[in-house]
């Protein structure tokens, strides 16, 4: 808990410095706008420039850290999160939701396992918005820690998680980024919502002119490093939005299932209670809905996040462990339910 | 891996320079190449490119994917290529497909640990002699479905073969203008099933050793609904007789060993020149949505439902039902072809072809207690003739397989 703080923290102030380095004449390491924008898949992490230091992911101007109230959970991966913006351009809030980014645009996550010195990157993944829609690419880092080069096809690597767990993690090929990033069967990216993310981090973007507003709603997603004692619903809703709804919604890779777990979605049935499983299949278990009141035990929901064996196991994709924090969660929310 | 990274860029380089869209280029990817140059191969494929697999034994440890439009991917037949799951260790599915004009040909799908190949949201699909097996007979363990086309505009299942799948072995599900004709299904919970779906033609088909031969579901809650306009003819529906072994909460669990054609709410279906033989349940069952449901859109009666001709054999002589002796006793040791809950919306329920016999439970409405049934031979006044529009896939696809 005290490293999540501290990675926050961190990113604020970084935020500060990426935002006075990007006004600063002469800084040396400049993204490239054409490996951004223009078709192609470049070869290597570095022939975008978004690092002024790779390993140390250090950012280069107008690349700029934010982090997530509720992030998304990969084995207990380490994530950092950079938007990069083009000089000129700023991002639009749209209310509570996504915030839109103007082409040309690029948000950059990266994987890492591992504390202080002994910290390893393991892939980074860009988003990048051209003209013609986004692009996801994932990238993997070389065991020297010195490059990250295209991985279109994904890969896997051993690894132990931060709960002690040995895995084999999965980097996503190219079309698994989509499954995720996908709407209506477009790419789009999903994390940076103004509801999940701070009114100060906000704020400090509208300051320096990369954000338009800070809009009504900003930041209402509970902070999940208060998830051993806060109120469970928000906490559990806001995990299931952020980890499941990209495909449980309208329009998204599980829309067949009729399962939408977004957060704004009020309607009990749609978000799991009561609801049979329609496609399934032995993910199911010997249960026969989604989610039972007060019974975590029979809700096919939790039965799937509590399990790490494929087929059964939700998400399908970038999970190879059992997040026990969030299966905490959303226990505690069901058994709640009156 | 990383080994690998610098062939991958050279293929990559290659094939960006030569992605133009009018020279359709063959891809071939042999067994020992293994999931890496598979993958690869079906990212990288340009439009109308055909990714050639070749015969053997592909070892995979992850689903696959393809989301190009127009691509082919081509086996060398379903005994001879086959992409083995065995060993997955993530993904929903064996192979999925999300972009349109794909054709899938000539090859298997063993032991996926979910769904064999799924394809959403992919319009105009071919799936013709492709194979998808559960290795160790029907168990709950298997996967839901074999061939999964999901809200899809154009499907066309021909000549595949799908075994021990713990839902339905071919499922079409919230689509349209499907044909699934041809295939062999066989010790699965539901040999094939068309959900939620409209004009659907299902025909020629061999539907054995399953729990149920072939469904025609129409469900609440989900994104499309109004199932209906579909038509099962010609098809050979025969001793389905395997328990059923799907997960409980799954809506084929309900499904009674021995049951041939399943009609489930739905608007407008027909069943007729089919053979029926060995099905201890019914040949035949027409019956509403059982469960309670709280969804305004959904009708859950069965209506519009035609028996016309078809050829029945030995049947309903051991149905999975309670007061099965009792009934038995009443019908002189089998129960007639066709069995039907008797519930109407309005006059347009069940009709039957002269000749045609069958009992119903004379229930009266949907979710009614099986207990408040009175049984009784089917009373219905033969059709002379009747209408019924033409249904199936667009001849776009038939096309594809000349």
Not at chain 1, 26 to 38: F, K, M, N, T, W
Not at chain 1, 299 to 314: F, H, N, W
Not at chain 2, 97 to 122: Q, W
Not at chain 2, 347 to 353: E, F, K, P, Q, S
């Amino acid at each position: 808990m005290r490293r999540g703080l501290g990675l926050f923290a961190l990113a604020c102030a970084t935020l500060g410095l990426a935002l006075t380095h990007g006004a600063r004449a002469g800084e040396a390491a400049r993204v490239s706008d054409a490996a951004v924008r223009e078709a192609g898949f470049p070869a290597k992490l570095s022939d975008f420039g978004f690092f002024a230091d790779g390993p140390r992911q250090r950012p280069a101007a107008r690349v700029m850290p934010y982090a997530l109230n509720t992030p998304l959970w990969s084995d207990g991966a380490d994530k950092l999160r950079f938007i990069y913006l083009p000089a000129g351009t700023q991002l639009a809030a749209d209310g509570e939701g996504l915030l839109q980014f103007p082409v040309g645009a690029a948000i950059i996550k990266t994987f890492a396992f591992g504390e202080g010195a002994a910290r390893r990157l393991i892939e980074t993944r860009v988003l990048l918005h051209r003209t013609d829609g986004w692009v996801a690419l994932p990238y993997r880092w070389n065991a020297e820690q010195t490059e990250a080069t295209l991985a279109l096809t994904g890969g896997r690597i051993d690894l132990v998680t931060p709960a002690g767990e040995a895995i084999s993690y999965a980097i996503p090929n190219k079309n698994q980024c989509k499954t995720c990033h996908s709407s209506s069967n477009k790419v789009v990216p999903i994390g940076p919502k103004a509801r999940n993310l701070t009114t100060a981090w906000l704020g400090q973007m509208v300051k320096a002119g990369a954000l338009d507003r800070v809009p009504d709603g900003a930041g209402i997603l509970p902070d999940w490093r208060t998830h051993a004692s806060g109120p469970a619903a928000p906490l559990a809703r806001a995990y299931l939005d952020v980890n499941c709804a990209h495909c449980h919604q309208p329009g998204g890779g599980a829309s067949n299932s009729g399962l939408d777990l977004r957060w704004e979605q009020d309607d009990p049935q749609a978000f799991g209670i009561g609801k049979r499983p329609v496609a399934a299949g032995r993910g199911a278990g010997e249960y026969e809905y989604s989610i039972v009141a007060g019974h975590p035990d029979e809700s096919i929901l939790l039965y799937r996040m509590a399990s790490a064996e494929p087929g059964i196991a939700m998400p399908e994709l970038g999970k190879a462990s059992v997040d026990k924090d969030g299966v905490a969660v959303v226990r505690r929310w069901i058994a709640e339910m009156k | 891996m990383n080994r690998l990274a610098p062939s991958l860029l050279l293929a990559t380089a290659a094939l960006l320079a030569s992605a133009a869209p009018l020279a359709a280029e063959t891809h071939r990817v042999e067994p020992a190449q293994g999931q890496t140059a598979l993958q690869e191969a079906l990212i990288l494929a340009a439009p109308g490119d055909v990714i050639e697999l070749g015969e053997g034994r592909f070892t995979l440890t992850d689903g696959l994917s393809l989301d190009v439009e127009g691509v082919t991917v081509r086996g060398a037949g379903m005994d001879k290529t086959v992409l083995d799951f065995t060993g997955q260790q993530g993904a929903g599915e064996g192979l999925l497909v999300t972009s349109d004009n794909v054709t899938l040909r000539g090859f298997a799908i063993e032991n996926p640990k979910g769904d064999g190949i799924k394809s959403k949201g992919a319009d105009m699909i071919v799936y013709d002699g492709i194979r998808v097996e559960w290795t160790g007979g029907p168990k709950a363990s298997n996967g839901a479905y074999g061939i999964y086309p999901v809200e899809s505009t154009g499907v066309l299942v021909v000549r595949s073969k799908v075994i021990g799948a713990s839902d339905a072995g071919i499922y079409v599900g919230q689509s349209r203008d499907i044909t699934v004709r041809g295939n062999l299904v066989e010790y699965n919970v539901a040999g094939i099933e068309i959900e939620n779906s409209r004009n659907a033609l299902v025909t020629e088909n061999i539907a054995t050793h399953n729990t149920g031969g072939l469904l025609v579901f129409d469900l609440p809650g989900l994104p499309v609904m109004n199932g209906g306009n579909v038509i099962m003819r010609r098809n050979v529906v025969k001793d389905n007789d395997t328990p059923n072994f799907a997960p409980p909460g799954n809506i084929v669990a309900s499904v009674r060993r021995g049951t041939g054609v399943l009609v489930m709410a739905n608007d407008g279906v027909l069943i007729e020149e089919n053979a029926f033989e060995g099905n201890a349940t019914a040949h035949i069952m027409v019956i509403a949505y059982t469960q309670p449901f709280d969804d305004p859109r959904y009708n859950p009666y069965a209506r519009n439902v035609i028996v016309g001709p078809n050829a029945f054999g030995r049947g309903g002589d051991d149905p999975q039902l309670d007061g099965k002796e009792m009934l038995l006793e009443a019908f002189g040791g089998a129960l007639p072809p066709v069995l039907w809950d008797g519930i109407v919306e309005d006059d347009n329920g069940l009709r039957i072809a002269e000749g045609v016999t069958g009992w119903s439970l004379n229930l009266s409405k949907p979710g009614q207690s099986l207990a408040e049934a009175q049984p009784g031979p089917l009373a219905l006044t033969p059709l002379e003739s009747w209408e019924f529009p033409k249904v199936g896939a667009p001849a776009e696809l038939e096309a594809r397989l000349k």
